[in-house]
């Protein structure tokens, strides 16, 4: 697959998520949002593209990326195409320095590869949790609280879970543990993405589609039972297609930044 192939496909499928939203169908985004909890570190492009390309996928990587894992790609494996980006050197736009600047020059079509299509060595077993959140809910407090975050207790926003205004953060007392871990991210999400110049940019239930997709992402990359928790709240989407393929966007960058706090000795594709 070539470079326009894979833009096409990644825009064919974007389309057909807008369709299904459009048509009421939420259980299409979670499954998309579910592919993005495997692999945070791809863009939300890159995650469409290896949604429609490979759904079962479960960890992917290049060719000499599994060689080095001690794994070899099967004779006649079909690659995932994703678009990887182009970068290279430009020098200072200053004509008495000599300073390059790396810059983004375009994307190209690479192949990754699903771990099923891989053969050798086993790969590591890290820890999930199915209702308690445990270590995590520590690092993702101490995430907070690096980010200049408070984080306090009350009774009196009841019957609201969390209540976010910027930089304080409020949580309902006595949450079930998995609950607490979702809303705090839900919170957080608010704070990162819903209190600059894109607050007037947006509706009330983008807002809390978005806020509410980082948190179904979080929980399930932490192996919480998003069942219980986030996805149980995520909204039918109400935008066009860009405003749509701008929140992918987001939902992708903010849930990669607090699952870079919460797992930090995570593979980066699992």
């Known amino acids: 697959m070539n470079t326009e192939q894979a833009k096409k ?59 080095k894992l001690g794994r070899q790609v099967l004779k006649g494996a079909k690659g995932i195409a994703i678009l990887a980006p182009m970068v290279g050197k430009k020098k200072s736009a200053e004509e008495l320095t000599e300073d390059e600047q ?7 079509a690479a192949h990754v590869f699903d771990v099923s299509a891989t053969a050798g060595a ?3 077993e890290f820890a999930t949790v199915k209702g308690n959140p445990s270590v995590y809910m520590e690092r993702l407090k101490s995430f907070a609280t690096r980010r200049g975050i408070t984080l306090e207790y009350s009774a009196d926003i009841a019957p609201a879970k969390g209540l976010c205004s910027g930089n304080a953060i409020k949580l309902l007392p006595d949450l079930p543990p998995a609950e607490e871990f979702s809303v705090l991210v839900h919170e957080l999400a608010h704070s990162d993405l819903h209190f600059g110049e894109r607050r007037g940019e947006t509706t009330k239930t983008i807002r809390e589609t978005e806020a509410e997709a980082v948190a179904f ?3 399930e990359a932490v192996g919480l039972d998003t ?44």
């Not at 890159?46 to 000499?64: D, E, K, M, R, S």
């Not at 405003?243 to 607090?258: N, P, Y």
Request: glycine share 4%.
């Open 102 to 108: 790396t810059r983004l020059f375009g994307f190209r």
């Open 9 to 67: 496909l990644s825009e064919d499928g974007l389309t057909r998520l807008m369709e299904a939203l459009d048509r009421g169908e939420s259980e299409t985004l979670k499954t998309y949002l579910k592919t993005m909890a495997r692999f945070r570190r791809y863009s939300a492009m890159n995650c469409l593209l290896i949604l429609n390309q490979c759904p079962t996928a479960t960890h992917v990587a290049g060719y000499q990326t599994w060689r």
């Open 122 to 124: 086993e790969l590591p």
């Open 217 to 219: 992402v979080v929980s």
């Open 227 to 270: 069942n219980t928790s986030a996805s149980d709240y995520i909204l039918t989407y109400r935008g066009d297609r860009t405003t749509l393929a701008e929140s992918l966007v987001f939902i992708q960058r903010t849930a990669a930044q607090i699952l870079d706090a919460v797992l930090p000795d995570a593979p980066a594709d699992s």
